[in-house]
Protein backbone atom coordinates (compact mmCIF):
# COMPACT_ATOMS: atom_id res chain seq x y z
CA UNK A 1 0.00 0.00 0.00
CA UNK A 2 0.87 3.30 -0.73
CA UNK A 3 2.51 5.85 2.36
CA UNK A 4 0.17 8.21 1.94
CA UNK A 5 2.48 10.89 3.52
CA UNK A 6 4.41 10.71 0.02
CA UNK A 7 1.83 11.88 -1.52
CA UNK A 8 0.27 15.62 -2.54
CA UNK A 9 -2.60 16.16 -5.56
CA UNK A 10 -1.42 16.93 -8.50
CA UNK A 11 -2.91 20.73 -9.20
CA UNK A 12 -2.38 23.39 -12.19
CA UNK A 13 0.43 25.03 -10.08
CA UNK A 14 2.44 22.36 -8.26
CA UNK A 15 2.64 19.75 -11.64
CA UNK A 16 5.73 18.45 -12.39
CA UNK A 17 6.01 15.81 -14.76
CA UNK A 18 8.80 13.27 -13.22
CA UNK A 19 6.46 13.46 -10.01
CA UNK A 20 3.23 13.12 -11.70
CA UNK A 21 4.81 10.21 -13.67
CA UNK A 22 6.37 8.58 -10.61
CA UNK A 23 3.01 8.67 -8.64
CA UNK A 24 0.89 7.14 -11.58
CA UNK A 25 2.23 4.21 -13.24
CA UNK A 26 -0.11 3.94 -16.26
CA UNK A 27 0.72 7.15 -17.09
CA UNK A 28 4.19 6.39 -17.47
CA UNK A 29 3.29 3.61 -19.42
CA UNK A 30 1.23 5.59 -21.38
CA UNK A 31 3.99 8.48 -21.97
CA UNK A 32 6.20 5.76 -22.74
CA UNK A 33 4.22 4.69 -25.78
CA UNK A 34 4.32 8.21 -27.17
CA UNK A 35 1.85 10.12 -24.73
CA UNK A 36 2.04 13.49 -22.61
CA UNK A 37 1.58 13.47 -19.41
CA UNK A 38 0.18 17.00 -19.02
CA UNK A 39 -2.19 16.13 -21.55
CA UNK A 40 -2.98 13.24 -19.59
CA UNK A 41 -3.64 15.83 -16.46
CA UNK A 42 -5.75 18.12 -18.02
CA UNK A 43 -8.01 15.80 -19.75
CA UNK A 44 -8.12 13.11 -17.17
CA UNK A 45 -6.10 13.84 -14.02
CA UNK A 46 -7.82 16.92 -12.56
CA UNK A 47 -11.12 15.34 -12.91
CA UNK A 48 -10.08 12.09 -11.35
CA UNK A 49 -8.04 14.13 -8.79
CA UNK A 50 -4.87 12.56 -9.23
CA UNK A 51 -1.54 12.87 -7.09
CA UNK A 52 2.09 12.79 -7.57
CA UNK A 53 4.85 11.99 -5.32
CA UNK A 54 6.49 15.19 -3.15
CA UNK A 55 9.46 16.51 -3.57
CA UNK A 56 10.91 14.88 -0.60
CA UNK A 57 9.70 11.74 -1.35
CA UNK A 58 11.59 12.11 -4.12
CA UNK A 59 14.42 13.05 -2.71
CA UNK A 60 14.66 16.55 -4.19
CA UNK A 61 16.08 19.05 -1.38
CA UNK A 62 13.64 22.45 -0.51
CA UNK A 63 10.28 23.41 -1.81
CA UNK A 64 9.76 23.85 -5.66
CA UNK A 65 10.65 27.73 -5.55
CA UNK A 66 13.52 27.16 -3.31
CA UNK A 67 14.99 24.61 -5.90
CA UNK A 68 13.84 27.24 -8.55
CA UNK A 69 15.39 30.23 -7.17
CA UNK A 70 18.95 28.23 -6.48
CA UNK A 71 18.72 27.76 -10.36
CA UNK A 72 18.18 31.07 -11.40
CA UNK A 73 19.73 32.96 -8.83
CA UNK A 74 23.22 33.12 -11.03
CA UNK A 75 21.19 35.10 -13.90
CA UNK A 76 19.87 37.46 -12.12
CA UNK A 77 21.91 40.81 -12.09
CA UNK A 78 20.54 43.99 -10.56
CA UNK A 79 22.89 46.07 -12.54
CA UNK A 80 21.41 45.09 -15.66
CA UNK A 81 17.61 46.48 -14.93
CA UNK A 82 16.33 49.57 -14.68
CA UNK A 83 17.08 50.32 -11.48
CA UNK A 84 16.94 49.03 -7.99
CA UNK A 85 17.36 45.80 -5.87
CA UNK A 86 15.92 42.70 -5.65
CA UNK A 87 13.88 42.04 -2.88
CA UNK A 88 12.02 38.29 -1.40
CA UNK A 89 8.62 38.82 -0.98
CA UNK A 90 8.02 35.67 0.30
CA UNK A 91 10.52 32.90 2.32
CA UNK A 92 14.05 33.80 1.54
CA UNK A 93 16.61 32.48 -1.04
CA UNK A 94 13.06 31.68 -2.42
CA UNK A 95 10.88 32.67 -5.24
CA UNK A 96 9.17 35.25 -5.78
CA UNK A 97 11.29 37.62 -5.89
CA UNK A 98 10.36 41.51 -6.79
CA UNK A 99 13.19 44.11 -8.34
CA UNK A 100 12.92 47.86 -8.68
CA UNK A 101 10.20 50.45 -7.94
CA UNK A 102 6.65 49.00 -6.83
CA UNK A 103 4.87 47.24 -9.25
CA UNK A 104 1.55 47.54 -9.80
CA UNK A 105 -1.80 45.84 -7.61
CA UNK A 106 -3.36 43.01 -9.97
CA UNK A 107 -6.60 45.44 -8.53
CA UNK A 108 -5.28 47.78 -10.69
CA UNK A 109 -6.01 45.39 -13.90
CA UNK A 110 -10.22 44.61 -15.68
CA UNK A 111 -9.05 41.24 -14.92
CA UNK A 112 -5.90 38.66 -15.40
CA UNK A 113 -4.54 36.97 -18.73
CA UNK A 114 -4.63 33.38 -18.01
CA UNK A 115 -3.94 30.83 -20.54
CA UNK A 116 -1.31 28.31 -21.18
CA UNK A 117 1.11 30.51 -23.50
CA UNK A 118 2.44 29.82 -27.05
CA UNK A 119 2.60 26.15 -28.02
CA UNK A 120 5.60 26.75 -29.80
CA UNK A 121 7.21 27.82 -26.27
CA UNK A 122 5.48 25.50 -24.57
CA UNK A 123 6.66 22.02 -26.16
CA UNK A 124 10.42 23.95 -26.38
CA UNK A 125 10.31 24.34 -22.60
CA UNK A 126 9.05 21.03 -21.68
CA UNK A 127 11.42 19.22 -24.39
CA UNK A 128 14.44 20.60 -23.24
CA UNK A 129 14.42 20.83 -19.37
CA UNK A 130 17.70 21.39 -19.34
CA UNK A 131 17.68 24.58 -20.68
CA UNK A 132 16.80 27.92 -18.98
CA UNK A 133 14.11 29.85 -20.70
CA UNK A 134 11.89 33.46 -20.15
CA UNK A 135 8.24 34.94 -19.95
CA UNK A 136 8.13 37.98 -20.30
CA UNK A 137 3.96 39.33 -19.50
CA UNK A 138 3.48 36.02 -17.88
CA UNK A 139 0.36 36.74 -16.41
CA UNK A 140 -1.77 33.43 -14.98
CA UNK A 141 -0.49 30.57 -16.89
CA UNK A 142 -2.25 27.51 -16.35
CA UNK A 143 1.29 25.29 -16.29
CA UNK A 144 4.29 26.60 -15.38
CA UNK A 145 7.50 25.01 -15.71
CA UNK A 146 11.24 24.97 -13.38
CA UNK A 147 12.87 25.62 -16.40
CA UNK A 148 11.33 29.15 -17.34
CA UNK A 149 11.39 32.11 -15.15
CA UNK A 150 8.01 33.54 -15.17
CA UNK A 151 8.20 37.42 -14.98
CA UNK A 152 5.20 40.13 -14.72
CA UNK A 153 4.65 43.44 -13.75
CA UNK A 154 1.90 42.86 -10.86
CA UNK A 155 2.43 39.86 -8.22
CA UNK A 156 0.60 37.15 -10.43
CA UNK A 157 0.26 33.53 -8.68
CA UNK A 158 2.72 32.59 -11.78
CA UNK A 159 4.98 35.28 -11.54
CA UNK A 160 8.63 34.37 -9.90
CA UNK A 161 10.06 38.02 -10.81
CA UNK A 162 7.87 41.11 -10.32
CA UNK A 163 9.45 43.71 -12.05
CA UNK A 164 7.94 47.93 -12.10
CA UNK A 165 6.76 47.87 -15.97
CA UNK A 166 10.34 48.81 -17.76
CA UNK A 167 11.59 47.71 -20.93
CA UNK A 168 15.13 46.51 -19.42
CA UNK A 169 15.64 43.21 -17.19
CA UNK A 170 17.69 42.60 -14.47
CA UNK A 171 18.89 39.38 -15.88
CA UNK A 172 22.39 38.91 -17.09
CA UNK A 173 23.97 38.69 -20.64
CA UNK A 174 23.80 35.61 -22.90
CA UNK A 175 21.74 33.65 -19.89
CA UNK A 176 18.81 32.72 -21.70
CA UNK A 177 17.98 29.67 -24.40
CA UNK A 178 14.67 31.25 -25.11
CA UNK A 179 12.39 34.37 -24.27
CA UNK A 180 8.94 34.38 -25.03
CA UNK A 181 6.72 37.35 -25.18
CA UNK A 182 2.52 37.08 -26.07
CA UNK A 183 0.15 39.89 -26.55
CA UNK A 184 2.36 41.91 -23.97
CA UNK A 185 4.73 44.16 -26.43
CA UNK A 186 1.85 46.07 -27.50
CA UNK A 187 1.16 47.62 -23.91
CA UNK A 188 4.98 48.19 -24.13
CA UNK A 189 6.64 51.82 -23.76
CA UNK A 190 9.68 51.24 -25.55
CA UNK A 191 9.04 47.51 -27.51
CA UNK A 192 12.21 47.64 -29.51
CA UNK A 193 14.13 48.78 -26.42
CA UNK A 194 12.45 45.10 -25.14
CA UNK A 195 13.62 43.53 -28.41
CA UNK A 196 17.13 44.74 -27.98
CA UNK A 197 16.93 43.19 -24.03
CA UNK A 198 15.76 39.97 -25.70
CA UNK A 199 18.70 39.81 -27.92
CA UNK A 200 21.22 40.67 -25.30
CA UNK A 201 19.76 38.11 -22.59
CA UNK A 202 19.44 34.98 -25.54
CA UNK A 203 23.18 32.78 -25.64
CA UNK A 204 24.04 32.46 -29.08
CA UNK A 205 21.42 30.58 -31.08
CA UNK A 206 19.01 31.10 -28.36
CA UNK A 207 14.92 31.63 -29.76
CA UNK A 208 12.38 34.25 -29.19
CA UNK A 209 9.02 33.41 -29.51
CA UNK A 210 6.80 36.39 -30.18
CA UNK A 211 2.91 37.13 -30.50
CA UNK A 212 2.13 40.57 -31.16
CA UNK A 213 -1.42 41.95 -31.68
CA UNK A 214 -2.15 44.19 -34.80
CA UNK A 215 -5.74 44.60 -35.83
CA UNK A 216 -6.93 44.52 -31.93
CA UNK A 217 -9.04 47.20 -29.81
CA UNK A 218 -7.57 48.70 -27.67
CA UNK A 219 -7.20 47.18 -24.64
CA UNK A 220 -5.39 46.37 -21.13
CA UNK A 221 -4.25 48.26 -18.16
CA UNK A 222 -2.37 50.44 -17.64
CA UNK A 223 -1.23 51.44 -21.26
CA UNK A 224 -1.51 50.01 -24.75
CA UNK A 225 0.91 51.54 -27.42
CA UNK A 226 1.53 49.70 -30.09
CA UNK A 227 0.44 47.38 -32.35
CA UNK A 228 2.84 46.39 -35.06
CA UNK A 229 2.01 44.89 -38.42
CA UNK A 230 3.87 41.57 -39.56
CA UNK A 231 6.63 43.96 -41.47
CA UNK A 232 6.55 45.78 -37.98
CA UNK A 233 6.86 42.93 -35.95
CA UNK A 234 9.80 41.59 -37.92
CA UNK A 235 11.52 44.72 -38.41
CA UNK A 236 12.04 44.53 -34.42
CA UNK A 237 13.79 41.51 -34.93
CA UNK A 238 15.38 42.15 -38.13
CA UNK A 239 18.98 42.69 -36.46
CA UNK A 240 21.31 39.68 -34.93
CA UNK A 241 18.06 36.83 -35.39
CA UNK A 242 18.00 34.87 -38.13
CA UNK A 243 14.20 34.37 -38.99
CA UNK A 244 12.61 30.87 -38.95
CA UNK A 245 8.68 31.62 -38.80
CA UNK A 246 6.59 34.66 -39.00
CA UNK A 247 3.23 33.48 -39.55
CA UNK A 248 -0.48 34.22 -38.21
CA UNK A 249 -1.65 31.52 -36.31
CA UNK A 250 -5.17 30.49 -35.39
CA UNK A 251 -5.39 32.54 -32.40
CA UNK A 252 -4.31 35.94 -34.67
CA UNK A 253 -6.88 34.86 -37.97
CA UNK A 254 -9.25 37.99 -39.31
CA UNK A 255 -12.13 36.34 -37.63
CA UNK A 256 -10.72 37.12 -33.85
CA UNK A 257 -10.31 41.00 -35.15
CA UNK A 258 -14.04 41.23 -37.12
CA UNK A 259 -15.35 39.55 -33.75
CA UNK A 260 -13.54 41.90 -31.18
CA UNK A 261 -14.11 44.81 -33.17
CA UNK A 262 -17.72 44.26 -34.21
CA UNK A 263 -18.68 42.63 -31.10
CA UNK A 264 -17.46 45.40 -28.72
CA UNK A 265 -18.99 48.07 -30.81
CA UNK A 266 -22.38 46.70 -30.63
CA UNK A 267 -22.03 46.21 -26.50
CA UNK A 268 -20.67 50.09 -26.36
CA UNK A 269 -23.59 51.70 -27.60
CA UNK A 270 -26.08 53.70 -25.61
CA UNK A 271 -29.16 52.94 -27.90
CA UNK A 272 -30.22 49.28 -27.14
CA UNK A 273 -32.56 49.59 -30.32
CA UNK A 274 -30.03 50.71 -32.88
CA UNK A 275 -27.66 47.97 -31.13
CA UNK A 276 -30.05 45.50 -32.15
CA UNK A 277 -30.35 46.53 -35.38
CA UNK A 278 -26.74 46.39 -36.25
CA UNK A 279 -27.21 42.90 -34.95
CA UNK A 280 -29.98 41.74 -37.24
CA UNK A 281 -27.78 43.37 -40.51
CA UNK A 282 -26.40 40.52 -42.64
CA UNK A 283 -22.78 41.01 -43.70
CA UNK A 284 -23.57 42.40 -47.07
CA UNK A 285 -26.01 45.13 -46.00
CA UNK A 286 -22.97 45.94 -43.11
CA UNK A 287 -20.62 46.09 -46.03
CA UNK A 288 -22.88 48.51 -48.06
CA UNK A 289 -23.67 51.35 -45.69
CA UNK A 290 -20.42 53.68 -46.70
CA UNK A 291 -18.24 54.73 -43.56
CA UNK A 292 -19.57 58.64 -42.66
CA UNK A 293 -22.71 57.80 -44.59
CA UNK A 294 -26.34 58.39 -42.47
CA UNK A 295 -26.21 54.67 -40.69
CA UNK A 296 -22.68 54.71 -39.43
CA UNK A 297 -23.46 58.87 -38.53
CA UNK A 298 -26.33 57.02 -36.12
CA UNK A 299 -23.96 54.47 -34.70
CA UNK A 300 -21.17 57.40 -33.73
CA UNK A 301 -23.90 59.46 -31.92
CA UNK A 302 -24.58 56.41 -29.62
CA UNK A 303 -20.76 55.14 -28.91
CA UNK A 304 -19.33 56.69 -26.49
CA UNK A 305 -16.15 58.56 -26.72
CA UNK A 306 -13.70 55.55 -24.91
CA UNK A 307 -15.45 53.54 -26.81
CA UNK A 308 -14.62 55.73 -29.96
CA UNK A 309 -11.52 56.08 -29.25
CA UNK A 310 -11.27 52.03 -28.20
CA UNK A 311 -12.34 50.74 -31.50
CA UNK A 312 -10.76 53.72 -33.84
CA UNK A 313 -9.20 53.30 -37.21
CA UNK A 314 -6.49 55.69 -36.21
CA UNK A 315 -5.93 59.20 -34.40
CA UNK A 316 -4.44 62.70 -35.17
CA UNK A 317 -1.84 64.41 -32.78
CA UNK A 318 -1.51 67.90 -33.32
CA UNK A 319 1.47 69.12 -31.14
CA UNK A 320 3.34 73.00 -30.49
CA UNK A 321 7.29 72.41 -29.74
CA UNK A 322 7.69 74.41 -26.50
Known sequence: ?????????????????????????????????????????????????????????AGLPGTRAEAKYARFAPLLDAGRGAGGDFRFLGAADSFPVGY?????????????????????????????????YLD??????????????YLE???????DLVIAPACRYPIADASLDGIGCFAVMEHMAEPWVAAAEFARM????????????????????????YNATREGLARLFDAGFERVKLATEGNQTPDHALHWQLGGLAEALTDDAL???LKAMSVG??????????????????????????????????????
Not at 28 to 37: C, E, L, M, N, T
Request: hydrophobic letters at 35%.
Open 202 to 225: LKPGGMVFIDYPFLVPVHGYPSHY
Open 285 to 322: ELIAQPPGGPFWQRVLAATPEPARAMFAAGNTLIARKL
Open 136 to 149: VGCGRRSRTFDNCL
Open 100 to 132: GAAAHDLGDYDGESANPGLSDFVETVRANPDKL
Open 1 to 57: MQDPSRFEPATDENFVEQLYLAANPDVARHVAAGGDAWKHFERHGRKEGRRQLTRAA
Open 153 to 159: VYPSVSA
Open 275 to 277: RDE
